[in-house]
């Protein structure tokens, strides 16, 4: 049987009563749906002194919209399945709305939040892909105040971010775009239950120019969220350089044969779904 | 800890230890013995339950997340004892053989014929990506899901 | 309506984690983290020490007089395999019960394990006291000199895959006032309670066995597992309830998983497409410690191996070796689909060998006449159903995709027979079957044999769980044999009943209600080939999202002689057909370097989920009945048979690339 070992729990309904409390403890572990938290207390990979529930933190249950700043906010403790109809009608929500709508089953989107997706560092959630390719920032709380990281950088390698002790994910920040084309793909397969590739692009085309255009990777292939700079494209029929850069960013990455396949299968993944991504952004 | 569950309407308390997962609430302390444990890992749906009217796999919630909130079990589906459209459709089409996953598939079907506009056949096979029947192929569970919810429309 | 599935809407089903007793205990097995090594010291919890037993061989497939090596309750010197039992610790509370496990300790002096079939014929004894590692070796068929035009050779493997019902293994174990009463999720309350007697040395008489509802087994509840004894050895010690319930993660470190077998054949035939011999080697890895039915794996996919076909000369030697990995056990098919999947692969590649189309050629290899294999298979001929079968699923028009298609046979286990009894208790006609049911099926064909034979309304008739104090005798289900074997001693019990009340003079169904009477009957039965279904089966396969290969279409016409109920077959052929898509897409136990399992969670071994149900074509055929009174063949593992093969080919026709590996090779896509 699987069951948690022994810990103290505390429901958090403040931000400073988290702030003040997680101090207190030398291992806290903070769960806001749970879904991965307690699978990881289950499996007792995790044994934290106590478990803080950041659920009924309303703080974090927001989303803002900045028409000035023309930004959105969307605060950590929001579940997956909220965000379709809360989400604006940009084109970078629109990407990020077909990553979250990716997400396990409609039971995980139910439970599953925001933060608890982007702060896991598993080379297989989906949110930190589309995140990173529409250039999001991670809003950082802590007793000193407030820091943000591109949401691109908050991965060190699987299942480690950049957050320290006494930190919580308030939220991401993202500006909105319009009139983008996005692509969100990814390769599942059932042994193991794993993603080998995942790849999300999102490209503002104008006749034949390109006035923008970014793309990140995640997946058991890669590792971590990695986003790829396509900056110095500007035509549409540079796409075979395009895909000459890709193939080159594919081909660079160190890989291993290991149990997610080997490093030929992983690269056909990748390439495969990298092209098919450039080829839906990019078409008039 | 104490902690108080409403379950089908119906308050549990009990002094638990904080760890407790909610199947085990659910199914030790309330008596509900409708709600299986299946996979312990989010695999499989034979835990399902509605949380504030969503479906949530009980196995990876602890009992303690669900204070203050309206839980409902496969046993509350049913009431008074007479099957709802979804269970009804299940049985009648014989989509069932063992059985150990008639509440999840209670529930999701439930959850979908509540919320869900669409309700043709790929619809409903995408909505039941998450509970796990070993038995039957999943097509005679659609079938009847989708039955149940044509029935529902036509009343 | 059918009452069985009415009660789980309810939350009234009885499954044995159900079952609540006043001061039960918890049991939990402290599992070994290597998968060969030499147990140092273990401190803590009940081991070998308490319980020095080993188990003997019951379940499917029984006989006596084997030389091979059975698992001990608990490790005793040396851990063979990852998961296997060295400890095991107990409380009244089920999570100190679990934080109990890690108050065990054990030292370990690790060896290399044996992972492979390859591995294990080069390697030395993983049992010290043998010479090598093979089990048992086996001839099938002939010794014959091959002089045919065409030689077609291949190396061909499935890999293990676990059974993974959804309800996993469990038991509660009660030893009260000089009886050990035991209750579980089994296809066999009676092999589990042979096992037991006979394992902890009691009088059948003192143990007495209830069968849970039973949610799902496909092989894996028919054996008598290590924890059933721990559990009824700690009741009898303590004289408290015990239960134990098994966790995802231990089926798959510890659960028998099934197919592990690969074999290397030569297929002989000359340019027409006549057939004309089949030989090779059968390999079967039976893991770290055998049984009758692993032992004789290779024995038995040889015996099948010609399918419906006639094939004149067959010679096949079969070896099934020790590995350091968890005991084999069946899988639902249990070497029927291997024995398919093997055959009907060579068959293919026969057919691509001298271009012509393969449906063709496996017609022509049908026998016109009854014909008896070399191996003594005796099949009847089937050439008309495969030709309209073919017609049914519109052939010539799938042949424009990438399909696959498989012809196939399913032997019931139908040796030893079956029993049944029926008693009218207040109004109520309750039946216990030998073979206990855990699904439907079992439900629907007894009420309609029992309104056929005693015009008994279907709502006054309850199929009762297994029961060794009602009915004493019995044997399992499994093998695709119930509908025949306890149909069989369904419908003669019922015979009995009728003339029973006929002499009392009991002449309508009222009267008949208000009786107590009763009738028991038990029959053994032999393979008899009009007991014997045909399979057609095919598949087309489609690539999705440019990369993954997905089996988008099923079809299955499938010979069941006379069914039982169309309704539920039919979500027996689906459910079979999936499982056996998934076989060769992605569902199988690997393990990674060290022998430890790969999958850590149920979703990781692969399985099927609703979104990955190809469009499914079921025709449900009668090509003659059984030699039994009602006429009802198999069904239960039809699915498993046929599917691999058909969707095999449909991939390999998608990718242009050899598929003779299950699961798929992804490299194939790279
Ligand atoms: C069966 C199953 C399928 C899944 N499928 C997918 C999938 O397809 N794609 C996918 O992306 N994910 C998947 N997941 C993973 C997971 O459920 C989701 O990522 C979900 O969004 C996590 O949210 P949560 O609120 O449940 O996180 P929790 O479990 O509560 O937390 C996850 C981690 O994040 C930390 N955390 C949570 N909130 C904060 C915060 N505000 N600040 C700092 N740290 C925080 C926690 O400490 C913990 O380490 C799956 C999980 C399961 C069990
Ligand atoms: S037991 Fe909860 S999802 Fe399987
Ligand atoms: S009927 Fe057995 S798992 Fe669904």
Same mark, same amino acid.
């Given at each position: 049987?699987?069951?948690?070992?022994?810990?103290?729990?505390?429901?958090?309904?403040? &931000?400073?009563?988290?702030?003040?409390?997680?101090?207190?403890?030398?291992?806290?572990?903070?769960?806001?749906?749970?879904?991965?938290?307690? &699978?990881?207390?289950?499996?007792?990979?995790?044994?934290?002194?106590?478990?803080?529930?950041?659920?009924?933190?309303?703080?974090?249950?927001?989303?803002? $919209?900045?028409?000035? $700043?023309?930004?959105?906010?969307?605060?950590?403790n929001i579940k997956l399945h909220e965000l379709k109809s809360i989400l604006p009608d940009d084109s970078a929500s629109e990407l990020i709305l077909k990553a979250a709508t990716t997400v396990g089953d409609i039971a995980i989107r139910s439970m599953g939040s925001v933060g608890g997706?982007?702060?896991?560092?598993?080379?297989?959630?989906?949110?930190?892909?589309?995140?990173?390719?529409?250039?999001?920032?991670?809003?950082?709380?802590?007793?000193?105040?407030?820091?943000?990281?591109?949401?691109?950088?908050?991965?060190? $390698?699987?299942?480690?971010?950049?957050?320290?002790?006494?930190?919580? &994910?308030?939220?991401?920040?993202?500006?909105?775009?319009?009139?983008?084309?996005?692509?969100?793909?990814?390769?599942?397969?059932?042994?193991?239950?794993?993603?080998?590739?995942?790849?999300?692009?999102?490209?503002?085309?104008?006749?034949?120019?390109?006035?923008?255009?970014?793309?990140?990777?995640?997946?058991?292939?890669?590792?971590?969220?990695?986003?790829?700079?396509?900056?110095?494209?500007?035509?549409?029929?540079?796409?075979?350089?395009?895909?000459?850069?890709?193939?080159?960013?594919?081909?660079?990455?160190?890989?291993?044969?290991?149990?997610?396949?080997?490093?030929?299968?992983?690269?056909?993944?990748?390439?495969?779904?990298?092209?098919?991504?450039?080829?839906?952004?990019?078409?008039? | 800890?104490?902690?108080?569950?409403?379950?089908?309407?119906?308050?549990?308390?009990?002094?638990?230890?904080?760890?407790?997962?909610?199947?085990?609430?659910?199914?030790?302390v309330a008596g509900l013995k409708g709600t299986h444990i299946g996979c312990e890992t989010g695999s499989c749906g034979a835990c399902m339950v509605l949380l504030d009217g969503k479906p949530v796999k009980s196995c990876l919630m602890l009992a303690a997340q669900a204070e203050g909130?309206?839980?409902?079990?496969?046993?509350?589906?049913? +009431?008074?004892?007479?099957?709802?459209?979804?269970?009804?459709?299940?049985?009648?089409?014989?989509?069932?053989?063992?059985?150990?996953?008639?509440?999840?598939?209670?529930?999701?079907?439930?959850?979908?014929?509540?919320?869900?506009?669409?309700?043709?056949? +790929?619809?409903?096979?995408?909505?039941?990506?998450?509970?796990?029947?070993?038995?039957?192929?999943?097509?005679?569970?659609?079938?009847?899901?989708?039955?149940?919810?044509?029935?529902?429309?036509?009343? | 309506?059918?009452?069985?599935?009415?009660?789980?809407?309810?939350?009234?089903?009885?499954?044995? %984690?159900?079952?609540?007793?006043?001061?039960?205990?918890?049991?939990?097995?402290?599992?070994?983290?290597?998968?060969?090594?030499?147990?140092?010291?273990?401190?803590?919890?009940?081991?070998?020490?308490?319980?020095?037993?080993?188990?003997?061989?019951?379940?499917?497939?029984?006989?006596?007089?084997?030389?091979?090596?059975?698992?001990?309750?608990?490790?005793?010197?040396?851990?063979?395999?990852?998961? *296997?039992?060295?400890?095991?610790?107990?409380?009244?509370?089920?999570?100190? #019960?679990?934080?109990?496990?890690?108050?065990?300790?054990?030292?370990?002096?690790?060896?290399?394990?044996?992972?492979?079939?390859?591995? /294990?014929?080069?390697?030395?004894?993983?049992?010290?006291?043998?010479?090598?590692?093979?089990?048992?070796?086996?001839?099938?068929?002939?010794?014959?000199?091959?002089?045919?035009?065409?030689?077609?050779?291949?190396?061909?493997?499935?890999?293990?895959?676990?059974?993974?019902?959804?309800?996993?293994?469990?038991?509660?174990?009660?030893?009260?006032?000089?009886?050990?009463?035991?209750?579980?999720?089994?296809?066999?309350?009676? /092999?589990?309670?042979?096992?037991?007697?006979?394992?902890?040395?009691?009088?059948? #008489?003192?143990?007495?066995?209830?069968?849970?509802?039973?949610?799902?087994?496909?092989?894996?509840?028919?054996?008598?597992?290590?924890?059933?004894?721990?559990?009824?050895?700690?009741?009898?010690?303590?004289?408290?309830?015990?239960?134990?319930?098994?966790?995802?993660?231990?089926?798959?470190?510890?659960?028998?998983?099934?197919?592990?077998?690969?074999?290397? !054949? *030569?297929?002989?035939?000359?340019?027409?497409?006549?057939?004309?011999?089949?030989?090779?080697?059968?390999?079967?890895?039976?893991?770290?410690?055998? %049984?009758?039915?692993?032992?004789? /794996?290779?024995?038995?996919?040889?015996?099948?191996?010609?399918?419906?076909?006639?094939?004149?000369?067959?010679?096949?030697?079969?070896?099934?070796?020790?590995?350091?990995?968890?005991?084999?056990?069946?899988?639902?098919?249990?070497?029927?689909?291997?024995?398919?999947?093997?055959?009907? @692969?060579?068959? %293919?590649?026969? #057919?691509?060998?001298?271009?012509?189309?393969?449906?063709?050629?496996?017609?022509?290899?049908?026998?016109?006449?009854?014909?008896?294999?070399?191996?003594?298979?005796?099949?009847?001929?089937?050439?008309?159903?495969?030709?309209?079968?073919?017609?049914?699923?519109?052939?010539? =028009?799938?042949?424009?995709?990438?399909?696959?298609?498989?012809?196939?046979?399913?032997?019931?286990?139908?040796?030893?027979?079956?029993?049944?009894?029926?008693?009218? %208790?207040?109004?109520?006609?309750?039946?216990?079957?030998?073979?206990?049911?855990?699904?439907?099926?079992?439900?629907?064909?007894?009420?309609?044999? !029992?309104?056929?034979?005693?015009?008994?309304?279907?709502?006054?008739?309850?199929?009762?769980?297994?029961?060794?104090?009602?009915?004493?005798?019995?044997?399992?289900?499994?093998?695709?044999?119930?509908?025949?074997?306890?149909?069989?001693?369904?419908?003669?019990?019922?015979?009995?009943?009728?003339?029973?009340?006929?002499?009392?003079?009991?002449?309508?169904?009222?009267?008949?209600?208000?009786?107590?009477?009763?009738?028991?009957?038990?029959?053994?039965?032999? !393979?008899?080939?009009?007991?014997?279904?045909?399979?057609?089966?095919?598949?087309?396969? =489609?690539? @999705?999202?440019?990369?993954?290969?997905?089996?988008?279409?099923?079809?299955?016409?499938?010979?069941?002689?006379?069914?039982?109920?169309?309704?539920?077959?039919?979500?027996?052929?689906?459910?079979?057909?999936?499982?056996?898509?998934?076989?060769?897409?992605?569902?199988?136990?690997?393990?990674?370097?060290?022998?430890?399992?790969?999958?850590?969670?149920?979703?990781?071994?692969?399985?099927?989920?609703?979104?990955?149900?190809?469009?499914?074509?079921?025709?449900?055929?009668?090509?003659?009945? /059984?030699?039994?009174?009602?006429?009802?063949?198999?069904?239960?593992?039809?699915?498993?048979?046929?599917?691999?093969?058909?969707?095999?080919?449909?991939? =390999?026709?998608?990718?242009?690339?050899?598929?003779?590996?299950?699961?798929?090779?992804?490299?194939?896509? #790279?």
């Amino acid at each position: 049987m699987k069951a948690p070992p022994s810990f103290d729990f505390i429901r958090i309904n403040k &931000l400073n009563e988290f702030y003040e409390n997680v101090d207190r403890y030398s291992s806290p572990l903070i769960i806001s749906g749970g879904t991965v938290a307690v &699978l990881m207390l289950k499996n007792r990979v995790i044994r934290p002194d106590v478990v803080i529930d950041i659920s009924g933190i309303e703080e974090l249950n927001v989303l803002k $919209k900045d028409k000035e $700043k023309n930004e959105v906010f969307i605060g950590s403790n929001i579940k997956l399945h909220e965000l379709k109809s809360i989400l604006p009608d940009d084109s970078a929500s629109e990407l990020i709305l077909k990553a979250a709508t990716t997400v396990g089953d409609i039971a995980i989107r139910s439970m599953g939040s925001v933060g608890g997706n982007v702060c896991l560092g598993d080379p297989g959630n989906d949110l930190p892909v589309a995140l990173a390719a529409v250039g999001a920032n991670a809003v950082v709380g802590s007793r000193e105040g407030i820091r943000t990281v591109p949401v691109s950088e908050c991965y060190v $390698k699987p299942f480690k971010t950049v957050l320290k002790k006494g930190e919580i &994910l308030l939220g991401v920040s993202y500006k909105m775009l319009y009139g983008y084309r996005t692509s969100y793909n990814k390769f599942f397969i059932n042994f193991l239950d794993h993603y080998v590739g995942i790849v999300a692009a999102i490209a503002k085309v104008e006749g034949i120019s390109i006035k923008d255009m970014r793309m990140a990777v995640s997946g058991e292939a890669i590792g971590t969220t990695v986003k790829i700079d396509l900056a110095e494209f500007s035509k549409i029929d540079e796409i075979n350089a395009i895909k000459d850069k890709l193939n080159k960013f594919v081909n660079e990455r160190s890989m291993s044969d290991d149990r997610f396949g080997t490093v030929k299968f992983k690269k056909k993944v990748l390439l495969t779904l990298m092209f098919q991504a450039i080829d839906e952004v990019l078409k008039a | 800890m104490r902690i108080r569950l409403n379950i089908n309407g119906k308050d549990y308390e009990s002094d638990v230890e904080p760890r407790t997962l909610l199947v085990d609430f659910i199914r030790d302390v309330a008596g509900l013995k409708g709600t299986h444990i299946g996979c312990e890992t989010g695999s499989c749906g034979a835990c399902m339950v509605l949380l504030d009217g969503k479906p949530v796999k009980s196995c990876l919630m602890l009992a303690a997340q669900a204070e203050g909130k309206k839980i409902v079990t496969v046993e509350g589906l049913s +009431e008074g004892g007479k099957l709802n459209a979804v269970q009804k459709s299940l049985s009648q089409k014989k989509a069932l053989q063992c059985g150990f996953c008639a509440a999840g598939f209670s529930i999701m079907g439930t959850w979908i014929l509540e919320n869900e506009q669409d309700t043709d056949y +790929e619809r409903v096979k995408s909505d039941l990506a998450g509970v796990v029947c070993r038995c039957s192929g999943y097509e005679p569970i659609i079938n009847a899901i989708v039955e149940a919810a044509k029935n529902e429309r036509k009343d | 309506m059918s009452e069985r599935t009415e009660k789980f809407f309810m939350g009234k089903g009885s499954f044995v %984690d159900d079952i609540q007793l006043p001061n039960m205990l918890y049991l939990e097995i402290v599992r070994s983290k290597k998968a060969h090594a030499k147990i140092l010291e273990v401190k803590g919890g009940l081991t070998a020490k308490d319980i020095p037993l080993t188990l003997t061989s019951t379940g499917e497939s029984y006989r006596m007089g084997r030389n091979y090596e059975v698992e001990p309750v608990f490790a005793k010197g040396k851990v063979l395999y990852y998961g *296997q039992p060295v400890a095991a610790v107990y409380d009244k509370d089920k999570y100190k #019960a679990r934080d109990l496990v890690e108050s065990v300790e054990i030292a370990y002096q690790e060896l290399k394990p044996v992972l492979s079939i390859e591995e /294990s014929l080069s390697s030395s004894p993983i049992h010290e006291n043998r010479k090598d590692n093979i089990v048992a070796r086996f001839e099938i068929g002939k010794r014959f000199s091959p002089e045919s035009e065409v030689k077609v050779s291949d190396e061909l493997y499935m890999e293990r895959v676990l059974p993974n019902p959804l309800e996993t293994r469990g038991i509660v174990a009660y030893y009260n006032s000089g009886k050990l009463n035991v209750w579980i999720s089994t296809q066999s309350v009676y /092999s589990i309670k042979n096992g037991l007697s006979k394992i902890l040395g009691l009088d059948p #008489a003192e143990v007495n066995v209830f069968q849970a509802d039973t949610g799902g087994a496909f092989g894996s509840k028919s054996a008598v597992y290590p924890e059933y004894v721990i559990a009824c050895y700690l009741s009898m010690k303590t004289k408290q309830p015990v239960k134990w319930i098994e966790s995802r993660e231990e089926h798959i470190s510890s659960t028998r998983p099934g197919r592990g077998a690969k074999a290397e !054949l *030569q297929l002989y035939g000359n340019k027409k497409g006549k057939i004309e011999g089949i030989e090779g080697k059968i390999y079967v890895d039976v893991g770290a410690y055998a %049984d009758d039915l692993s032992s004789t /794996s290779p024995s038995w996919i040889g015996y099948q191996i010609t399918g419906p076909y006639l094939i004149e000369n067959v010679y096949i030697e079969g070896y099934s070796v020790y590995t350091n990995k968890s005991p084999l056990g069946p899988y639902r098919g249990a070497g029927r689909p291997e024995a398919a999947f093997f055959i009907e @692969r060579m068959i %293919d590649k026969f #057919a691509d060998q001298i271009g012509m189309d393969p449906v063709e050629l496996r017609l022509k290899n049908l026998p016109e006449r009854p014909f008896q294999s070399p191996t003594g298979l005796k099949v009847l001929p089937s050439k008309s159903f495969f030709e309209e079968g073919i017609k049914s699923i519109n052939y010539s =028009e799938l042949k424009k995709r990438n399909v696959g298609v498989s012809f196939g046979i399913l032997l019931p286990a139908v040796f030893g027979g079956e029993s049944a009894k029926i008693k009218i %208790d207040e109004g109520v006609v309750k039946v216990w079957l030998g073979g206990n049911a855990h699904w439907q099926r079992h439900e629907l064909f007894v009420k309609r044999i !029992l309104k056929e034979i005693l015009e008994v309304p279907e709502e006054k008739v309850v199929l009762m769980n297994g029961d060794t104090t009602e009915l004493q005798k019995g044997i399992g289900t499994w093998g695709s044999r119930s509908a025949i074997t306890a149909g069989n001693a369904l419908y003669k019990a019922a015979m009995l009943l009728k003339e029973k009340a006929e002499k009392m003079n009991i002449n309508s169904v009222e009267q008949l209600l208000n009786s107590d009477l009763s009738a028991e009957y038990y029959e053994n039965m032999q !393979l008899d080939p009009t007991m014997i279904s045909f399979l057609l089966t095919a598949a087309v396969a =489609e690539m @999705r999202d440019g990369i993954k290969p997905v089996i988008e279409e099923v079809w299955a016409y499938y010979d069941v002689g006379e069914p039982l109920s169309e309704e539920a077959v039919y979500g027996q052929i689906t459910g079979g057909l999936l499982m056996g898509v998934q076989e060769v897409l992605s569902e199988a136990l690997i393990y990674d370097s060290k022998g430890k399992p790969l999958p850590e969670t149920m979703a990781a071994t692969g399985i099927a989920y609703s979104i990955n149900a190809p469009k499914y074509h079921v025709k449900i055929k009668t090509f003659g009945r /059984s030699n039994t009174p009602h006429g009802a063949k198999g069904v239960g593992e039809a699915g498993t048979v046929g599917a691999p093969p058909a969707a095999a080919r449909a991939v =390999e026709k998608l990718l242009n690339k050899r598929v003779n590996k299950l699961p798929l090779d992804f490299d194939l896509l #790279a």
